[in-house]
């Protein structure tokens, strides 16, 4: 029925609403509108790769403003804008020619979907004439990436190009923010229009509540009222919605403790004393335990993954639930709630505080403290104790002063950077979090990196995710970017290994992995490499690096065969969490 | 309970906007038993009548994944009660000899209509509720339906105000409205 109905093209709307505009406008080819269209965004920089189809639209790219970082695969393009946008608050733009070239982006877009990533994809398509007719490198990409994007565009017009990406991009980045596709047919850049940027967009369909409803709010500080224990669940829309001051205020307004999901870590500085840790699959025991134990459970822009609650018959049994999110969808989507706050992060929280009263949970917060593991926290206090890529980790975190960007690839690297970073900021905390993408680890530093050319940067990749992406090296080779790439190198796709070691009957089945010299490898791209093979060559290894300009990759040769503690079975609650049979001897209770 | 939903959906007439709805239920593993779009009052938009089968906390769900279409404007579930449905379903019946009077009474029953007829067949429209097309089919299954096609079911809200207002005043439980 679409094809012979009357669209409502964007243009049309906008074509009245810049009526009185005086001077005559400039005609300009698609492809330099498409230029001056991201300029208007306020876009810096751009990652992608060229081909046939946008051939035309690299034409008109040297003229622009925008810096194009020259990728070595279209998915790392879309990866690094997708780390670009966490980084700077910005919306990340990629830019892939058709067929092949917008196919490779399709991860990067479930990556951003996933994660409620603010992201542009532009990519090329065949000439109008060959749509439909399997021409050379036609791939219908808005019908592939529909279930990856928020929202995709075929453009039609050069006119609508402007309309189009006025749109694409207030659609980016409002309400629940994600990936948004444009694909334009070559003729379309090639024919020359006249140009004028609209100055309104938006559509009555799409009106997305960001003001809670204040009703609403005053039951949330009821429930918070009448509540003995607790628990705040922090998750990445506070950071999303750049909620951070108002989220620490909120927290020591009422004095209740904070647990993270993976990628709320950093909401409020992970060194604040209400601050207890990460939750879920791989969360601290205390913080599990907390769960297990709370009566009011407060989720401020978290979705109720099923890696941060376990099973759901068992997750947090004896709570009442506030759940704070933007996205009416997820209220109820997975745990049943009892006040839903629908609204943006940072409006809701700057409501609830108004509403709440002062609080103190000294005696909730002590009885949480006592169920920390305290072996490990012993071996912690004392450095030649600690496990091996502890140590490294740690030893990041304690040479930059918490204060680096942290990216991280996919496996049991992550998530040991999840738990012992120490996060101060949300938005340097970059990492793959709903789609779990290995090889995300360097092209999500080189995306940081052009986004916050002014903060330190380092990613902590596994050997396996590396081996994955290190084409990227060139690239940050040729953007001569100062980031520092630490490999946790255990000659293991590890966690795929650990499931196989204790849910496989140890069964290893195609998890050993070998690699290249990594050292001879960086040192071929024109990378520096360093080597470290025992324990108290870390710190020094990881200040050298940071003393070196350019990339800087360390080969953290480690134990191969560590595993990430504690760990929730898949399928399991989270509190039959299994632990460290080294580091937590006196666990006969689970 | 799993029973049968009946969502109207108005929706902007957007090239790919029934691609964008059905693809969305099935990722989202809900079943679809029929699907009808067409115009609606308004110029530009469509209304779509979907079936959909399932728990009600479920199909709330779809509800409200539907609204994160961009084309999406209003997505109201008529329970039964509140609302009037209608099918419309043609048969072509094998009609020879003296059935073909007992076909035509019947059909006047069903106040259904003639629509063709060959030496051997009568083509046959009936419009009603599920429960009266399903009845006239089993009438006319006696005597031997040839070729049959259902519309699927529309349906419109017995209450005097149109489905038309956007998503921001579509509150169904109060959680929506930034009302205050
Ligand atoms: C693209 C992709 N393929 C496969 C996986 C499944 N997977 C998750 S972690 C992992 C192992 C990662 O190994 P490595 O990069 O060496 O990191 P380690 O776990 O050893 O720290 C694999 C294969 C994935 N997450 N992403
Ligand atoms: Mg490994």
Same mark, same amino acid.
């Given at each position: 029925?679409?094809?012979?109905?009357?669209?409502?093209?964007?243009?049309?709307?906008?074509?009245?609403?810049?009526?009185?505009?005086?001077?005559?406008?400039?005609?300009?080819?698609?492809?330099?509108?498409?230029?001056?269209?991201?300029?208007?965004?306020?876009?810096?920089?751009?990652?992608?790769?060229?081909?046939?189809?946008?051939?035309?639209?690299?034409?008109?790219?040297?003229?622009?403003?925008?810096?194009?970082?020259?990728?070595?695969?279209?998915?790392?393009?879309?990866?690094?804008?997708?780390?670009?946008?966490?980084?700077?608050?910005?919306?990340?733009?990629?830019?892939?020619?058709?067929?092949?070239?917008?196919?490779?982006?399709?991860?990067?877009?479930?990556?951003?979907?996933?994660?409620?990533?603010?992201?542009?994809? *532009?990519?090329?398509?065949?000439?109008? @004439?060959?749509? &439909? %007719?399997? !021409?050379?490198?036609? $791939? +219908? =990409?808005?019908?592939?990436?529909?279930?990856?994007?928020?929202?995709?565009?075929?453009?039609?017009?050069?006119?609508?190009?402007?309309?189009? *990406?006025?749109?694409?991009?207030?659609? @980016?980045?409002? &309400? %629940?923010? !994600?990936?948004?596709? $444009? +694909? =334009?047919?070559?003729?379309?850049?090639?024919?020359?229009?006249?140009?004028?940027?609209?100055?309104?967009?938006?559509?009555?369909?799409?009106?997305?509540?960001?003001?809670?409803?204040?009703?609403?709010?005053?039951?949330?500080?009821?429930?918070?009222?009448?509540?003995?224990?607790?628990?705040?669940?922090?998750?990445?829309?506070?950071?999303?919605?750049?909620?951070?001051?108002?989220?620490?205020?909120?927290?020591?307004?009422?004095?209740?403790?904070?647990?993270?999901?993976?990628?709320?870590?950093?909401?409020?500085?992970?060194?604040?004393?209400?601050?207890?840790?990460?939750?879920?699959?791989?969360?601290?025991?205390?913080?599990?335990?907390?769960?297990?134990?709370?009566?009011?459970?407060?989720?401020?822009?978290?979705?109720?993954?099923?890696?941060?609650?376990?099973?759901?018959?068992?997750?947090?049994?004896?709570?009442?639930?506030?759940?704070?999110?933007?996205?009416?969808?997820?209220?109820?989507?997975?745990?049943?709630?009892?006040?839903?706050?629908?609204?943006?992060?940072?409006?809701?929280?700057?409501?609830?505080?108004?509403?709440?009263?002062?609080?103190?949970?000294?005696?909730?917060?002590?009885?949480?403290?006592?169920?920390?593991?305290?072996?490990?926290?012993?071996?912690?206090?004392?450095?030649?104790?600690?496990?091996?890529?502890?140590?490294?980790?740690?030893?990041?975190?304690?040479?930059?002063?918490?204060?680096?960007?942290?990216?991280?690839?996919?496996?049991?690297?992550?998530?040991?950077?999840?738990?012992?970073?120490?996060?101060?900021?949300?938005?340097?905390?970059?990492?793959?979090?709903?789609?779990?993408?290995?090889?995300?680890?360097?092209?999500?530093?080189?995306?940081?990196?052009?986004?916050?050319?002014?903060?330190?940067?380092?990613?902590?990749?596994?050997?396996?995710?590396?081996?994955?992406?290190?084409?990227?090296?060139?690239?940050?080779?040729?953007?001569?970017?100062?980031?520092?790439?630490?490999?946790?190198?255990?000659?293991?796709?590890?966690?795929?290994?650990?499931?196989?070691?204790?849910?496989?009957?140890?069964?290893?089945?195609?998890?050993?992995?070998?690699?290249?010299?990594?050292?001879?490898?960086?040192?071929?791209?024109?990378?520096?490499?360093?080597?470290?093979?025992?324990?108290?060559?870390?710190?020094?290894?990881?200040?050298?690096?940071?003393?070196?300009?350019?990339?800087?990759?360390?080969?953290?040769?480690?134990?191969?065969?560590?595993?990430?503690?504690?760990?929730?079975?898949?399928?399991?609650?989270?509190?039959?969490?299994?632990?460290?049979?080294?580091?937590?001897?006196?666990?006969?209770?689970? | 309970?799993?029973?049968?939903?009946?969502?109207?959906?108005?929706?902007?007439?957007?090239?790919?906007?029934?691609?964008?709805?059905?693809?969305?239920?099935?990722?989202?593993?809900?079943?679809?038993?029929?699907?009808?779009?067409?115009?609606?009052?308004?110029?530009?938009?469509?209304?779509?009548?979907?079936?959909?089968?399932?728990?009600?906390?479920?199909?709330?769900?779809?509800?409200?994944?539907?609204?994160?279409?961009?084309?999406?404007?209003?997505?109201?579930?008529?329970?039964?009660?509140?609302?009037?449905?209608?099918?419309?379903?043609?048969?072509?019946?094998?009609?020879?000899?003296?059935?073909?009077?007992?076909?035509?009474?019947?059909?006047?029953?069903?106040?259904?209509?003639?629509?063709?007829?060959?030496?051997?067949?009568?083509?046959?429209?009936?419009?009603?509720?599920?429960?009266?097309?399903?009845?006239?089919?089993?009438?006319?299954?006696?005597?031997?339906?040839?070729?049959?096609?259902?519309?699927?079911?529309?349906?419109?809200?017995?209450?005097?105000?149109?489905?038309?207002?956007?998503?921001?005043?579509?509150?169904?439980?109060?959680?929506?409205?930034?009302?205050?």
């Amino acid at each position: 029925m679409a094809a012979n109905s009357i669209a409502v093209s964007p243009t049309a709307i906008l074509e009245e609403a810049d009526h009185g505009q005086a001077a005559a406008p400039e005609i300009l080819s698609g492809a330099a509108i498409t230029c001056r269209s991201l300029e208007e965004e306020g876009v810096r920089t751009v990652f992608g790769y060229p081909g046939g189809a946008v051939i035309p639209l690299y034409d008109a790219i040297p003229s622009s403003s925008l810096h194009h970082v020259l990728v070595r695969f279209e998915q790392w393009a879309g990866l690094a804008a997708d780390a670009y946008a966490r980084a700077t608050g910005e919306v990340g733009v990629c830019i892939a020619t058709s067929g092949p070239g917008a196919t490779n982006l399709v991860t990067a877009l479930a990556n951003a979907q996933l994660d409620s990533i603010p992201m542009v994809a *532009i990519t090329g398509q065949v000439g109008q @004439a060959l749509i &439909g %007719r399997d !021409g050379f490198q036609e $791939v +219908d =990409i808005t019908g592939v990436s529909l279930p990856v994007t928020k929202h995709n565009y075929l453009v039609q017009r050069a006119e609508d190009i402007a309309p189009t *990406i006025k749109e694409a991009f207030y659609l @980016a980045r409002s &309400g %629940r923010p !994600g990936p948004v596709l $444009v +694909d =334009i047919p070559k003729n379309v850049f090639i024919s020359k229009v006249p140009y004028i940027y609209p100055s309104k967009t938006g559509r009555k369909s799409y009106q997305p509540t960001t003001k809670p409803n204040i009703r609403q709010v005053r039951l949330a500080a009821e429930e918070i009222r009448h509540s003995k224990k607790p628990l705040i669940m922090a998750g990445h829309g506070i950071i999303l919605s750049g909620a951070g001051p108002e989220f620490q205020q909120f927290a020591e307004r009422t004095g209740i403790p904070v647990i993270y999901t993976l990628l709320g870590l950093g909401s409020m500085s992970e060194l604040h004393p209400q601050s207890l840790g990460m939750m879920g699959m791989h969360g601290h025991r205390h913080v599990n335990r907390a769960l297990e134990e709370c009566d009011l459970l407060i989720n401020i822009g978290a979705r109720f993954d099923d890696r941060a609650t376990g099973r759901l018959s068992g997750f947090a049994p004896n709570a009442r639930v506030v759940h704070v999110d933007i996205d009416p969808a997820e209220i109820g989507k997975n745990v049943k709630t009892h006040v839903p706050v629908v609204g943006d992060a940072r409006e809701a929280l700057t409501m609830l505080i108004e509403e709440v009263d002062f609080g103190d949970h000294k005696a909730w917060l002590d009885w949480i403290d006592g169920q920390r593991n305290r072996v490990l926290e012993a071996a912690l206090e004392d450095r030649p104790e600690w496990p091996e890529p502890y140590a490294i980790i740690r030893g990041i975190a304690e040479a930059t002063d918490n204060e680096a960007i942290l990216t991280t690839d996919v496996g049991q690297h992550q998530m040991w950077a999840a738990q012992q970073f120490g996060f101060k900021y949300g938005d340097r905390w970059i990492t793959s979090g709903g789609l779990g993408t290995m090889g995300y680890g360097l092209p999500s530093a080189i995306g940081a990196k052009m986004g916050r050319p002014d903060l330190e940067v380092w990613s902590i990749v596994g050997d396996g995710g590396f081996q994955m992406s290190f084409s990227e090296l060139a690239t940050a080779v040729q953007e001569n970017l100062d980031i520092n790439i630490a490999i946790i190198n255990n000659g293991y796709l590890g966690m795929v290994r650990q499931w196989q070691d204790l849910f496989h009957n140890h069964n290893y089945s195609e998890v050993r992995i070998s690699a290249p010299d990594f050292v001879q490898l960086a040192e071929a791209f024109g990378a520096t490499g360093i080597r470290v093979t025992s324990d108290e060559d870390i710190m020094p290894a990881i200040q050298r690096a940071r003393s070196i300009k350019g990339p800087v990759v360390i080969d953290f040769v480690v134990e191969p065969e560590a595993n990430v503690y504690p760990i929730v079975p898949p399928g399991a609650s989270n509190s039959e969490m299994m632990h460290d049979p080294q580091w937590s001897p006196d666990e006969e209770d689970v | 309970m799993e029973h049968a939903h009946t969502l109207v959906v108005l929706v902007e007439d957007q090239p790919g906007v029934l691609n964008r709805v059905v693809s969305l239920l099935r990722r989202r593993s809900f079943n679809i038993d029929s699907i009808t779009v067409g115009h609606s009052e308004q110029p530009g938009m469509s209304r779509m009548t979907l079936v959909v089968r399932g728990e009600d906390a479920d199909v709330e769900q779809a509800g409200k994944q539907l609204y994160k279409l961009l084309e999406v404007m209003k997505v109201t579930d008529l329970s039964e009660g509140e609302a009037i449905t209608r099918e419309i379903v043609m048969v072509k019946v094998a009609a020879k000899g003296q059935s073909r009077s007992e076909i035509l009474q019947i059909a006047q029953v069903y106040n259904a209509r003639v629509l063709d007829v060959t030496p051997s067949t009568l083509m046959i429209e009936a419009t009603g509720d599920e429960a009266q097309i399903d009845s006239f089919l089993t009438m006319m299954r006696v005597f031997g339906i040839r070729e049959m096609v259902r519309s699927g079911k529309i349906a419109m809200s017995r209450t005097s105000g149109t489905s038309r207002q956007g998503k921001a005043d579509a509150p169904s439980n109060g959680v929506y409205a930034a009302a205050d």
